[in-house]
């Protein structure tokens, strides 16, 4: 039988045996005490990395975005985000349950906003009826956007506007690996711009669980205390981050062949009768539209069931396919045959 080829999300990879073998040999302490050396020098390390002066270790993306969000607004208070934002869709209403604000959202472009759009959505701090705008949340790559990488330029602008209007300005960098692979920065440039900024080590970088959050000293301090709140101090967690500081070491180059290969699937669907758009396709993520004429939603996922194939649907008729570590040149193989073989009269 065919094993199962899964492109549901980036997030689906098991660790590597040098990644387990380096989980193995960690040293490890009482995080919660801050004594596990292993999970200082990760957060060391990705500090160090995004030029920021401290790092804080979560066990989970949404944790890390939630946390900031809390250190930066106070309840009542609202923040602006693109109206595709993972802070808006996909933290539980997180924004709301936990720090009491409400999301601004823009209409922005694949999940990016103008610094424009951004100014003209910042409630006049004197006009006590409405919240008190203070803070802006930035997603990069953009996720329900496709994976699309934000301009330097505009973030910016948008970083001018925050300053001119005393906004905090924060950056969900779930998948900045990806960005910062593609565009050939240096990681510094998003730790010059952000007040704070999470990333992903169990996204594309194939780590079994953990997020970073990094900023100032001062942040990261108060950081802790929600961390705490929230119920994520863990204990002897080094064990995990010899996994993220394994991952960030051996599988940030490799990126661009996630990104070479979501390019060909985008360019293989691109070319088929029974799809009614991709769209552009920057890192790995392909986001496509069948047309229902065609192809129903109930057929596809019946074919894509006779290769073993599973995908995930975004809502809005949207289909995505997300690439990663443990798709292999095979699945690869397999995957683009059988787009190409797929027709309909
Ligand atoms: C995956 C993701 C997160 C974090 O999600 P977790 O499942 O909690 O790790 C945050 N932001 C974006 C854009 C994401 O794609």
């Known amino acids: 039988m065919e094993t199962v080829i899964n492109l549901v999300s980036d997030t689906v990879t098991k660790p590597t045996q040098g990644m387990l073998e ?9 995080d919660v005490y801050k004594e596990d050396p292993t999970v ?19 066990p989970s993306g949404t944790m890390a975005n939630q946390a900031a969000i809390k250190v930066h607004t ?31 959202l823009v209409h922005g472009e694949r ?67 990806n960005a910062l692979a593609v565009q050939g920065q240096d990681a510094r440039v998003f730790g010059d711009l952000f007040d704070s900024i999470s990333v992903c080590l169990s996204k594309g970088l194939g780590a079994p669980v953990g ?14 205390r929600v961390r705490k709140v929230f119920g994520g101090g863990m204990r002897q967690a080094g064990y995990l981050a010899a996994a993220g500081i394994y991952a960030l070491d051996n599988h940030r180059a490799r990126l661009v062949e996630d990104h070479k290969k979501a390019g060909e699937l985008a360019k293989g669907l691109a070319g088929k009768n029974w799809v009614q758009s991709v769209e552009p396709c920057e890192t790995n993520i392909v986001i496509f539209t069948l047309d ?12 894509m ?20 570590l443990d798709y292999t040149d095979a699945m690869h193989d397999r995957v683009l045959t059988f787009i190409d073989r797929l027709s309909v009269a």
């Open 74 to 104: 106070q309840p009542g208070q609202q923040l602006i985000c693109d109206r595709y934002a993972h802070i808006f869709h996909y933290e539980g209403g997180g924004v709301s349950f936990n720090s009491g604000v409400s999301c601004r």
């Open 292 to 303: 229902e004429s065609l192809m129903s939603s109930d057929k596809f996922v019946q074919e």
């Open 22 to 30: 380096a989980m193995l040999e960690a040293r490890v302490g009482d």
């Open 111 to 177: 999940g990016m906003m103008t610094a424009d759009q951004v100014a003209q959505v910042i409630n006049p701090p004197d006009f006590y009826h409405s919240p008190l705008t203070s803070l802006v949340c930035i997603e990069n790559t953009t996720n329900k956007g496709g994976g699309a990488c934000w301009s330097v330029e505009e973030l910016k602008r948008i970083k001018q506007v925050c300053a001119q209007n005393g906004l905090g300005y924060h950056l969900d960098g779930a998948r900045l690996w």
């Open 305 to 324: 069931g006779q290769i073993q194939l599973r995908i995930s649907q975004m809502g809005e008729g949207k289909w995505r396919m997300v690439t990663h």
């Open 211 to 224: 997020s970073v959050v990094a900023g100032s000293k001062d942040f990261v301090q108060q950081l802790i």
């Open 40 to 58: 200082n020098e990760l957060e060391d390390k990705v500090a160090k990395l995004l030029g920021k002066e401290a790092a804080l270790f979560f």
